[in-house]
């Protein structure tokens, strides 16, 4: 995991190279690679398919202005994730209502198309799966979504969240505790506790990424 990560910051150390050069191409290339994970992460936190992808956009167009002064030995991703957290959040707070929106109606910002193999039991039971957690994570508070939404929509370990958050490992683990937490009590409360309790033991026994 940690050499993956190693290798995408050098490739993508040498594409921001190639834009400060005034290759235009290079930022195309990171935009096609990323578009897709800062509009999972906004997503998360907004709810709205449609109010996320304009955000995509805008938090694009704010990294191809800032690219110039992005710091040369920091990680280009979490330095993104920052950028789409914040904005993402900012969105959130001025919204004057939450729109409870399923994860997968819209996965991706282009069109996808289902596996023909797939039950539609399976199919119906997933999506109803992911649309009770994304109505639980619009329930949470600002300060419990951004991280829930870094770690599982994005698999982020609590080091690079720490990095993306702008705060201590210490401090990302309590975060998270909490979030946990809170999103526990109210999917419980909401939707029982069957699908949560196999969440989590499912997360249990997955490999931990490496530190």
């Not at 290759?23 to 990323?34: C, G, N």
């Not at 289902?114 to 109803?128: G, L, N, V």
Request: proline letters at 4%; aromatic letters at 10%.
């Amino acid at each position: 995991m940690n050499g993956e990560r190693t290798l995408a910051t050098d490739e993508d150390s040498a594409l921001i190279a190639r834009f400060l050069r005034g290759d235009a191409t290079a930022f195309d290339l990171l935009f096609r690679k990323y578009q897709d994970y800062v509009y999972h992460i906004i997503y998360g936190i907004v709810g709205s398919a449609e109010e996320a992808r304009d955000l995509t956009q805008d938090v694009f167009l704010q990294v191809y202005r800032s690219l110039p002064s992005f710091r040369q030995g920091s990680r280009f991703a979490t330095w993104l994730y920052r950028i789409a957290v914040n904005r993402a959040v900012d969105a959130a707070r001025g919204s004057r209502k939450w729109r409870f929106l399923p994860f997968l109606q819209e996965p991706t910002l282009k069109e996808r198309t289902t596996d023909p193999s797939q039950e539609p039991e399976h199919a119906f039971s997933k999506k109803m799966d992911r649309e009770a957690v994304q109505e639980t994570l619009l329930l949470c508070p600002l300060s419990h979504r951004d991280i829930l939404v870094l770690r599982y929509y994005r698999d982020l370990s609590l080091e690079e969240i720490a990095e993306t958050l702008d705060c201590s490992l210490a401090a990302a683990k309590v975060r998270l505790h909490r979030a946990r937490k809170v999103f526990k009590g109210y999917y419980e409360r909401k939707f029982g506790t069957l699908l949560l309790e196999a969440q989590e033991t499912e997360e249990a026994n997955a490999p931990q990424p490496t530190r």
